[in-house]
């Protein structure tokens, strides 16, 4: 058994809130295993490491001794969208929601505890729901409070409509944990809303409410937006190792603390360490190194993890990449900008002809990658090392 | 069949608002009988006279050739108050509410032609909806719309709560006359808000929407307040016959004309000609004799009827009461007035005492009634004929 304090760090670690401390170090005390609840959409079962950070702290609870609950809401999924607006949002079938729940274990389990891990339906309960319940549930919370959460206050606020079964929402979201008994429910900064709701339903059906813990929205490779598959500033779960360790090597070291935060599963006390050698001078990259290595071992193997590691440093070998490049900024007025343009800009070609004959020659290298394409734009933000022949370097950001 | 003209002329006697009137010209052009749906309250099936005015409107329909659907609302009876706030609220069983729908068919039959009368009770397609059902009806409405109500604006500006299950019921309401394929639906006009839910529902539900017809609330015998069994001011339908025709006799000459054109059954021919012969001179008291045995005939029978008639005209005689008694206001300040004050300050004695004696002496009379209580208070706004000894007279009215 762990030390109650020293649980109680592993769980805050990387949280944003919990509510309420107090009774998540009673319900600690009890000794019993607790409920701990986290609901998942039912419609995207392709993973990033954005969505592994509640995975991570579920994890976290199992190691504890506690026991996970992942909830795939899927009665409104297959509600769809009741409104008819968005024919995109078709009602999922019954085959759709176990198809997706195949897809969803296949990648959960390679973070989570089978054992310990309930993989659940919200269905199960709210299906058999009459109409009459979900009156009785509608009546146990105000529209004044409901008004109160942030998207809603802004739509009603800026006349844009809200269907009124947008409010059962959260209502059900809340019923959940009522039908759950969840001791906990973790969700993102976003959830908190109707987290608390849930806190409210379990006190009116007579249960002791559930802690809420948020975790904090992961940030994408650009450090600045949330990760998130439609930015392209994300390393999805199924990446090929090589990918992933080129991605993760390519975040800035800010952000690399910031991800082993909430993606690393090596202790606080090891980070702690890390954190004082590189302030004592030790290269960062070799932080990085380990961490990659730690990801692509999760959801590949060790020998990919390795294989990967080898494979990079083949290329900055052959590549000769120094350690210590320039870091050169570039004004691009916000927009994307040609690399042929942010070669000049950089000062690796003399000019836009130079920098357009250099690509052609194939001697233009974009992140140890041969560039083949003049037509390339580098985003907003976005941060690249370019190689102009063997010895030319550039920390390219576009700013 | 009545001629078009004469039927929408029937139909908009008395009405308040007919929405939208050249659809239902369209619908009973069609010639089939149309589906005219009118809601009660399951839990207060004793009717008084302000009960019937829809009824009689459904009447009218019936005499139309049309089919009236008296529906009992015990869907959300059944389910009590939700919130669990209104403690006398109790939902009721399935048991009362087939004891409740007895009692409404003992009241309405006396009004409405069985034959072509549906009692219909909406449990009978809400007690078999899901919930999922109910979420896709929740999504026919915007939040912004149902805050428009007038009661739902007054209380969210006021910060009043109002518990979410409130916004559900409108569309309940609503759906009922999807159910129902009503063609028409009546109400109060404190209704017309969930009336016109009722109409954008069928059209989500591809049906064409109903007409909608709001029947004025109907004043109490003050002619100022509504008539409501709290405020004493009403005439229930099973009162005895002498009490009805005492009350009906009471009411003012302009509350009379409102009655007859709400709760009458005699033709608007008729009543236009009495309101030629009243304005030609003749005492408006024989009209309200003709009306008031009209009632008596409809909730007793005929003998009944001319038995009032005759007991109220023999008190008469036997009190000599005269045609032209004095009208008198008296000023009580907003409260009610003891008898005793109310003979002294219309002069029909010459102090409080000499009408405490007057009283003990038993000649003293209300309404042709012996007054035998001192302590006898008369209501603000009431209207009574107080009598002292064989000749004094006065219509009071306390202001």
Chains 1, 2 share one sequence.
């Not at 319900?27 to 986290?38: E, F, H, M, N």
């Not at 509600?79 to 949002?89: A, E, F, L, M, S």
Request: hydrophobic content about 40%.
């Amino acid at each position: 058994m762990v030390e109650a304090d020293e649980a109680l760090r592993v769980i805050k670690r990387g949280c944003d809130e919990l509510l309420i401390e107090q009774e998540l170090v009673e319900k600690l005390a009890s000794g019993r295993p607790l409920r701990v609840k986290a609901g998942f959409d039912p419609t995207a079962p392709d993973l990033h490491l954005g969505h592994t950070v509640l995975l991570n702290k579920l994890r976290q609870f199992q190691l504890l001794g506690h026991e996970a609950m992942f909830l795939i809401g899927d009665f409104t999924g297959m509600i769809g969208d009741p409104t008819g607006k968005n024919v995109t949002r078709k009602p999922l079938t019954r085959d759709q929601v176990i198809e997706n729940a195949r897809t969803y274990e296949q990648q959960i389990f390679k973070i989570l505890d089978p054992e310990k891990t309930l993989v659940m339906f919200n269905s199960s309960w709210m299906g058999e729901m009459s109409a009459a319940d979900l009156i009785g549930l509608a009546a146990k919370h105000t529209v004044a409070r409901m008004l109160e959460r942030d998207d809603f206050h802004k739509r009603y606020g800026s006349g844009q409509p809200i269907a009124i079964h947008e409010f059962l929402y959260p209502l059900i979201q809340g019923y959940d944990s009522v039908a759950m008994k969840a001791d906990v429910e973790l969700g993102g900064t976003d959830q908190k809303f109707n987290l608390l709701v849930g806190r409210e339903l379990q006190k009116h059906y007579g249960q002791a409410p559930q802690v809420v813990l948020t975790m904090p929205i992961l940030e994408g490779l650009d450090g600045v937006n949330k990760m998130s598959k439609s930015l392209g500033n994300y390393i999805g779960i199924h990446e090929p190792p090589n990918e992933m360790f080129g991605k993760l090597m390519s975040v800035s070291d800010d952000l690399m603390w910031r991800y082993i935060e909430l993606l690393s599963f090596e202790p606080l006390d090891s980070v702690a360490q890390w954190k004082r050698e590189v302030a004592a001078g030790r290269n960062p990259r070799d932080i990085k190194v380990m961490f990659a290595q730690e990801i692509i071992t999760r959801f590949h193997d060790k020998d990919a993890a390795v294989r990967a590691l080898a494979d990079f440093e083949a290329r900055f070998r052959e590549g000769a990449i120094p350690d210590n490049i320039p870091e050169i900024r570039i004004e691009a007025g916000g927009g994307p900008l040609s690399i042929v343009q942010a070669l000049k800009q950089a000062g690796l070609t003399a000019s836009t002809s130079e920098a357009m004959r250099m690509i052609e020659q194939g001697g233009v290298k974009i992140n140890g990658e041969k560039v083949g394409d003049k037509a390339l734009l580098l985003l907003k933000d976005e941060t690249v090392v370019l190689q102009v022949g063997k010895r030319k370097f550039g920390k390219i950001t576009v700013a």
